[in-house]
């Protein structure tokens, strides 16, 4: 993996099998690892550990209400917490290892801490697919509770430095596995007998959902927090930001994306993937600027461009 860590004083290490064998013995005493995925950077802990996991939330400062993922190395792990239907079977066997994550019916008896369910009677669950989150996952024998790596409702980490600037002194031990492949959060699917619903867009698009299925997704909006990401306001900077704008304003640093060129452009070529896999790291550096704001031009609202509006949407509610 490229990237230098100088800049994170010492905390992020390289992925190799030294390092795995150092996050597996903190995370077996309880303590945090901050994990590269193929989406964003995870605060991981073992999920079944209930003083770990609230460690989570302090070092987020994250509601108790909003539930966590867990991450399992496949489809037989994730069977010991949750119970899939045939419709969940399909979706897994489909797209896992991938960024979906399946929101099913805790197992009677899954062992995972109360508060990673947030009194909920479901669990959201996903199987993980890039190599050091994996090679973690195989070392630790843990199923580990990762939300991303940042203070909550701040922009999502899609580098090993920017867990470390979001999280400052609490920044545990980070894996540094360079920039994530995807860039924004996983696909939630909540599955719900022969029906599903999706509570977050991502990666994994509408599309592909219903041509496995074989059937539309259920459109029911829910009020209730379900999953992560649900919440109004996420997935912000600390700056006010402007959505649809082709021309930004003097004090405004402007996000690019097809022929609006912005200050950075997300994908020239207006690439959705391309796009997605910089949304955060652009946020970022907007936030980084001396600009007083954030403008972001428009992008189509089809396919991944659901999840990138969906992100910017909340990016842009009030606090």
């Not at 600027?289 to 428009?298: F, G, L």
Request: aromatic letters at 4%; a neutral charge; hydrophobic letters at 45%.
């Amino acid at each position: 993996m490229s990237g230098s860590n100088d800049h994170i004083g010492g905390k992020a290490r390289r992925y190799g099998t030294a390092t795995i064998g150092e996050a597996v013995a903190r995370l077996r005493a309880g303590g945090l690892v901050a994990v590269p995925t193929e989406t964003v950077y995870g605060l991981a802990a073992d999920s079944t550990d209930p003083a770990a996991v609230a460690e989570i939330y302090r070092a987020k400062g994250r509601p108790d209400f909003n539930p966590l993922i867990v991450h399992v190395p496949d489809l037989a792990a994730a069977r010991k917490l949750g119970q899939f239907n045939p419709l969940a079977v399909r979706f897994a066997e489909a797209l896992w290892p991938g960024p979906l994550t399946l929101v099913v019916p805790k197992a009677e008896d899954c062992p995972v801490a109360a508060a990673v369910t947030a009194g909920l009677d479901t669990i959201a669950l996903r199987v993980p697919a890039h190599p050091v989150m994996r090679a973690l996952l195989d070392a630790s024998g843990l199923y580990l509770a990762a939300p991303s790596a940042n203070r909550s409702g701040g922009i999502s980490p899609t580098t090993a430095d920017h867990v470390a600037r979001s999280l400052g002194k609490v920044a545990p031990l980070i894996l540094d596995g360079g920039p994530c492949e995807q860039g924004i959060e996983s696909t939630i699917v909540a599955v719900d007998r022969s029906d599903f619903r999706i509570l977050r867009p991502g990666p994994v698009t509408q599309e592909q959902l219903e041509a496995i299925a074989g059937k539309p997704v259920d459109s029911r909006v829910s009020t209730k927090i379900e999953a992560p990401g649900q919440l109004m306001s996420h997935y912000a900077p600390n700056k006010p930001v402007r959505l649809a704008a082709q021309i930004a304003q003097p004090d405004e640093y402007h996000i690019g994306f097809g022929p609006v060129a912005g200050d950075i452009n997300l994908s020239p070529g207006s690439d959705l993937a391309e796009a997605a896999s910089l949304l955060f790291a652009a946020l970022h550096q907007a936030e980084a600027s001396e600009k007083a704001r954030i403008a972001v031009a428009p992008i189509v609202d089809r396919g991944i461009g659901l999840a990138l509006n969906d992100r910017l949407r909340r990016a842009a509610s009030p606090k």
